[in-house]
């Protein structure tokens, strides 16, 4: 049986275009939290050069772009060898764009084949848990703007990820007890080429991880420096 009294969720690392100090951050926090259970909530991979919004030729090929995305799921995967995916559009892209041409799923890859990654990995389209406290949580990509309300909504707690600059914990309470909202925060290189599209936002996005120990949600922010570079703490 699983054991959930300390998870951790990572989100939107969308490599390889991830941090370069992620798998270090990623490590201090499992040498600190000890994590029984592992989530990626989405968007593990960029896959920019299947995007249906304009590919930027300066970046990789789509082929070295998969390489280099192999690359760090290797290393992730040495980090956390059990983890848990769940499904979001960034990571759905190969399949989006291989439908748009009229290619079936009989035809494709899954996303484990296509990552290479380990069979002890696990690809859900969500996931709901019910935490060692009582509490019943929800774990998917993305929800609204309101999350809380959407949490509301839901009747459960709920954690999602998919908006970079955003990194919160909301709580709310009805006769069945206590409940959150947890907006977790992303690990990308926001100095990128791939994020130039984001360059003129005001709202940098939130470098971040959330660790729900023993049912009670703790976002984990990256300290980085004027280079962009982890300060090595958490």
């Known amino acids: 049986m699983a054991d959930y009294s300390t998870i951790l969720v990572i989100s939107d690392t969308q490599a390889p275009f991830h941090h370069p100090d992620t798998i270090p951050f990623l490590s201090e926090i499992k040498k600190q939290f000890k994590p029984t259970f592992v989530l990626h909530i989405g968007d593990l991979g960029d896959f920019h050069s299947l995007n249906f919004h304009g590919v930027n030729p300066n970046l990789p090929s789509a082929h070295e772009e998969l390489v280099q995305l ?8 040495k980090l956390f060898p059990c983890m848990t995916i769940v499904d979001s559009n960034h990571d759905a892209l190969p399949k989006r764009k291989a439908h748009s041409v009229g290619i079936p799923d009989a035809m494709l890859k899954d996303e484990r084949g296509i990552l290479q990654a380990p ?12 935490l060692p406290n009582g509490i019943r949580c929800k774990f998917k990509h993305n929800y609204g703007s309101n999350l809380l309300l959407d949490s509301i ?21 009805n006769d069945s007890g206590m ?21 003129n936002q005001s709202m940098r ?18 300290y980085v420096n004027k280079k962009n570079e982890w300060m090595g703490f958490i």
């Not at 192999?70 to 995967?77: E, I, S, Y």
């Not at 069979?119 to 019910?130: C, D, M």
Request: aromatic share 10%; net charge positive; glycine share 8%.
């Open 205 to 222: 996005p939130v470098l971040s991880a959330t660790v729900i120990r023993g049912g009670v949600p703790i976002n984990i922010p990256m």
């Open 153 to 173: 909504k839901q009747g459960m707690s709920v954690v999602c990820g998919h908006l970079h600059s955003k990194s919160s914990i909301q709580w709310w309470q």
């Open 119 to 130: 069979l002890t990995w696990k690809f859900l389209t969500e996931l709901v848990l019910k």
């Open 70 to 77: 192999r690359g760090f799921v290797k290393n992730l995967a």
């Open 179 to 199: 409940n959150f909202a947890v907006q977790t925060g992303c690990l990308i290189n926001d100095l990128h080429p791939a994020f130039n599209y984001n360059k």
